[in-house]
């Protein structure tokens, strides 16, 4: 889904009326080199982050680093909408963040090797304007920092 | 908008988009669509296979020599078995006889959440407040006396934390202790299930009900806001 059209009216207009921006073209980075030599990290919009970490707030534009020797018993997430469905990710944190499954593709040599330290923003946001601005680009000269050629960009 | 972002800082990205229609509009560099349910976003918890094929169709995605590009990912049948959409409170009725004795349900349900921690290696969802489970009572406490209209607060809160958010925390960790301990019972139980019977047959959804209808009640946004986050 959702396919918009299975969603019951009141879901649908929730999602259809939220504010998205409009664009006619997109930047476009080349893969520097072939998949099996890069580094790829994780940047999700589910919210997670490492227990103890401050919760994301409401309208909170901000993110957090999340090393990628995290135990997935440390990472909680405060993205709790009701929009969506939390029991999978109870269950596996990989249908959001699939830090396991990375972790088999570089064992197989299709992945050439994991990120320092994934990043996680808050998903189904009104106003991203800072993270657009401020906190996004910040992110991304991060892992530029951090050697990645690749994020992977995941919902919740 | 978060991927380019990272385009334009020079990092190759690709995305799983779960609303095709905003995906569009936004134009991410490269994009695959994704047929599931909200919170399904690899397509099913404990169903590597799956998440393998969402993750290689996505990044195949990055051999593209332009972009913007979106694809839909093929399987669009998989996870056919979840609502499309979360079962809220108000679709579920509370069942004729509930009880209303949250701190001794919640203390047994405990019983079933030390089963779940063992089990998932110590993964839960619990712990928003920093409130530790074997102290949560006073936090059921606070959510009951909020509920009945008190002026209830609790030390814990953060000083730069509003009401309303730390209200939406507890109810948060009260659902995260009800859910988990629920598939420690029955593992295979899917979200509506849990759902249903949360909502359904259990005092502290009925708490929470009450608890929205407080912060429903009120004029200022930011407890309207949280009352959407704690029960619709």
């Not at chain 1, 009701?82 to 959001?96: A, E, T, Y």
């Not at chain 1, 009104?126 to 995941?154: K, N, Y």
């Not at chain 2, 049948?77 to 001794?104: H, L």
């Not at chain 2, 979200?191 to 047959?201: I, K, L, N, S, T």
């Amino acid at each position: 889904m959702p396919r918009l059209d299975r969603l019951p009216q009141i879901n649908r207009s929730t999602i259809l009326n939220l504010p998205v921006q409009v664009n006619d073209t997109a930047p476009f980075t080349p893969l520097p080199r072939p998949l099996a030599a890069c580094r790829v990290a994780i940047v999700t919009t589910a919210g997670l982050h490492r227990r103890g970490d401050r919760p994301f707030g409401p309208g909170d534009q901000t993110y957090r680093a999340i090393p990628a020797d995290t135990p997935a018993a440390e990472i909680v997430q405060s993205h709790t909408s009701l929009g969506f469905d939390r029991v999978p990710i109870m269950r596996d944190l990989n249908v959001s963040f699939p830090m396991d499954r990375l972790r088999e593709l570089v064992t197989r040599g299709e992945l050439g090797g994991l990120a320092p330290s994934h990043y996680s923003f808050m998903g189904a946001q009104r106003d991203v304007a800072r993270i657009e601005a401020e906190t996004g680009p910040e992110a991304g000269r991060r892992l530029r920092a951090e050697g990645v050629d690749v994020a992977l960009v995941t919902p919740t | 908008m978060l991927a380019r972002a990272l385009e334009a800082a020079g990092i190759a990205t690709t995305s799983i988009s779960m609303v095709r229609e905003h995906t569009e509009k936004v134009k991410p560099p490269r994009a695959l669509f994704v047929p599931f349910p909200f919170g399904h976003a690899l397509g099913r918890a404990d169903d590597p296979a799956l998440q393998h094929r969402v993750l290689r169709a996505a990044l195949d995605l990055l051999g593209e020599p332009e972009g913007p590009v979106l694809r839909d990912f093929p399987d669009d049948a998989e996870p056919g078995t979840q609502p499309a959409a979360p079962v809220q409170a108000s679709a579920v009725a509370p069942a004729a006889a509930v009880p209303d004795d949250v701190p001794a349900e919640a203390a047994r349900m405990r019983g079933y959440h030390d089963q779940w921690l063992a089990r998932s290696g110590g993964r839960t969802a619990f712990g928003l407040t920093g409130i530790p489970a074997t102290r949560f009572r006073g936090a059921i406490r606070f959510l009951e006396g909020f509920a009945a209209g008190e002026d209830a607060d609790m030390p814990e809160r953060p000083a730069d934390v509003p009401l309303p958010g730390f209200v939406r925390w507890c109810a948060d960790d009260l659902k995260a202790l009800y859910f988990e301990g629920h598939l420690a019972m029955k593992p295979a139980a899917a979200g509506d299930e849990v759902a249903r019977w949360f909502w359904g047959e259990t005092a502290a959804g009925q708490l929470l009900r009450r608890v929205r209808d407080r912060l429903d009640g009120s004029d200022d946004p930011q407890w309207k806001a949280a009352a959407f986050g704690v029960a619709r």
